[in-house]
């Protein structure tokens, strides 16, 4: 199993990045996760889109899905030209029916709900959410195939589900969209300094922190994480593929 970051900055993108997007993949499956602003033409370096067995959002905010908006009409627009005929299977929240409605053109989707009891099971890949703390329906990821684990927080504050979710895993994807200096009581938002303690109260065997404020220094966010998370700690880099 591979995950390829194809974008890690949240709210917004630095100069040259892209929002979040990840590109899960076993010898014969791919999976995008989440389709921020800057994600699709990264996408397209790697593969087509009718490539992709799945899409999940794992939310509704803009730097999550902004380009499923355009990846819509290359479908769609394909479809009318007799150039493709994938409908490919979506799955996300939909609790904002007027946004959910936006996502399609000319069925380019089958939009799925997500609930925490969703499970997505492709031939060997079980796939299951688990919901966060964010001001919008949000879930966390976890993928296993055989005996490996991986999973995906999303957005989220601090939360003691996360860590039961995150149990033993080989592989922990966790926002640090904060510093702890600059994190508020009610932030929506994980501190990289928290993104360690969740790595390491969950055992995780390694912990690869994503989703940042455009403007931080990203030694920073490593060295705040390692002062609470001993054992393997990556800052994600995007275009770069890790191997689970």
């Given amino acids: 199993m591979k995950l390829t970051v194809l974008g890690n900055n949240g709210p917004y993108p630095k100069p040259g ?3 979040s997007g990840y590109l899960f993949e076993t010898d014969d499956k791919k999976i995008l996760i989440d389709c921020g602003n800057g994600v699709l033409s990264r996408l397209l370096k790697i593969c087509s889109i009718s490539d992709i067995d799945v899409i999940i959002l794992t939310h509704l905010h803009s730097d999550h899905i902004s380009d499923i908006m ?14 493709c005929n994938v409908t490919i299977p979506l799955y996300t929240p939909t609790d ?11 069925n380019s989707f089958n939009i799925i ?25 949000t879930f966390a990821v976890k993928i296993r195939k055989g005996k490996k684990t991986f999973v995906y927080s999303s957005d989220t504050s601090y939360n003691e589900s996360l860590i039961d979710f995150s149990k033993n895993a080989d592989l922990l994807l966790c926002e640090s969209g904060l510093l702890e200096e600059d994190r508020e009581d009610n932030a929506p938002h994980l501190s990289a300094k928290q993104a360690g303690e969740i790595g390491k109260k969950a055992g995780v065997k390694r912990l690869i922190l994503t989703h940042f404020w455009p403007e931080y220094n990203l030694e920073r966010v490593k060295i705040e994480a390692s002062q609470s998370f001993d054992s393997i700690l990556e800052i994600s880099q995007e275009m770069k593929t890790y191997y689970i």
Avoid: Q, S
């Fill in 96 to 106: 904002d029916y007027e946004m959910v409605k936006r996502l399609n053109y000319n």
């Fill in 70 to 83: 355009v990846m819509k009409y290359a479908i769609g627009v394909n479809k009318m030209k007799g150039k």
């Fill in 17 to 19: 990045g892209a929002c």
């Fill in 113 to 137: 709900p997500i609930e925490e009891d969703t499970i997505i099971n492709l031939d060997d890949i079980e796939i299951t959410f688990r919901r966060m703390k964010h001001p919008i329906k």
